[in-house]
């Protein structure tokens, strides 16, 4: 597993700026930024200059591709308020192998958030189906299946664990670690709210009563994509410390964010592992299928062979 992390760069509450990108991860095919927490990925509104792809222009001005609209191929999304791990491809070839990859859902994406309240069940898998709400007034909003104007709904599932119970601005928050196995719109804060829970900050899905909070506290921790050649595993620091944000107050720990991933990580490549002996399975499965037909093909065809050879024999005979 190739791991690059460059992530020396303090967190912090200021807002961004062109020149406040922070760059995790650099190769000849991608570069993942840290992205800040009140930065639109790109825009097609003249009034809005502050975006990543900006910052990418203002850094990286020969590495902008002028055959695309903005420059610059993002591999995935992250929401305006959603900090952390974004990684963008810098050729189409590159765009092209890391999209396999988001598509056959082997990407790894693991999520740093502050939720409202204590929750009890320290491990859970949140396992709502999440739809387009179609509510008047609400349809930039996601929902979960059965809430009234819900369209289309889609399975979707989100594990969380639990690591520190403590107090922000003394009102009690849980921190938790979020991976998401599927990759709906809003998917993560709609799982959240969906238990009671929301995400700190989150005033679309608080019914905008959470606005005292500087950001939202969704975080793109960690991204491993399985590149075959050279993987990108990212890693994109922890802004929910008191250092970074003194109203949030950790007082009781259930488990460290270190060996949390790294057991979510371990479990990622055995189920990787599982999957590709699985696939060997089928694979010599259908295989040995296709041999017994051919087989099978060729013995029906010698039979037939040998029964015109016989007629034309007998009737031969018979002349």
Same mark, same amino acid.
């Given at each position: ?9 303090? !967190? ?15 190769? @000849?095919?991608?570069?993942?930024? @840290? &992205?800040?927490?009140?930065? %639109? ?12 792809? $900006? ?47 988001? =598509?056959?859902?082997?990407?790894? &994406? ?21 739809? =387009? ?28 664990? $639990? ?11 849980? &921190? ?20 009671? +829970? ?17 950001? !939202? !506290? ?5 991204? +491993?994509?399985?590149?075959? +050649?050279?993987?990108? +595993?990212?890693?994109?620091? @922890? ?40 696939? %060997? ?9 296709? &041999? ?28």
């Amino acid at each position: 597993m190739s791991c690059v992390s460059l992530s020396l760069h303090m !967190m912090t509450t200021e807002p961004a700026s062109l020149e406040s990108l922070r760059v995790l991860y650099q190769s @000849d095919d991608y570069i993942v930024v @840290d &992205k800040h927490w009140d930065i %639109r990925i790109d825009s097609k509104m003249w009034y809005e200059k502050q975006t990543v792809q $900006a910052q990418l222009r203002h850094h990286f001005p020969q590495l902008a591709d002028p055959s695309t609209y903005y420059g610059f191929r993002f591999c995935h999304q992250l929401d305006f308020s959603t900090s952390g791990a974004l990684c963008v491809a810098l050729n189409k070839a590159a765009a092209g192998r890391a999209y396999c990859c988001f =598509k056959d859902r082997t990407v790894t &994406k693991v999520y740093l958030a502050l939720l409202r309240g204590w929750i009890e069940e320290e491990t859970q898998t949140l396992d709502f189906s999440i739809g =387009k709400n179609s509510t008047e007034g609400q349809t930039h909003m996601m929902c979960i299946e059965g809430t009234e104007g819900c369209e289309n709904p889609k399975p979707c599932q989100t594990e969380l664990t $639990a690591l520190e119970y403590g107090m922000y601005d003394g009102d009690p928050v849980t &921190k938790v670690l979020l991976q998401p196995l599927t990759g709906r719109t809003h998917q993560l804060r709609v799982h959240c709210s969906a238990i009671g +829970h929301p995400i700190v900050g989150d005033f679309t899905y608080s019914s905008g009563t959470d606005d005292a909070p500087y950001r !939202m !506290m969704l975080h793109a921790h960690l991204l +491993h994509i399985p590149l075959e +050649h050279q993987p990108v +595993h990212v890693t994109a620091g @922890d802004p929910f410390v008191p250092t970074t944000d003194p109203k949030w107050v950790p007082e009781h720990s259930l488990r460290t964010l270190t060996a949390t991933v790294e057991s979510l990580l371990e479990r990622r490549v055995e189920q990787d592992r599982k999957s590709k002996e699985e696939e %060997r399975k089928r694979a010599r499965r259908e295989g040995e299928r296709r &041999k017994q037909s051919k087989e099978q093909r060729t013995e029906e065809e010698n039979d037939e062979q040998r029964r015109r050879c016989q007629e034309w024999l007998t009737e031969w005979a018979g002349d």
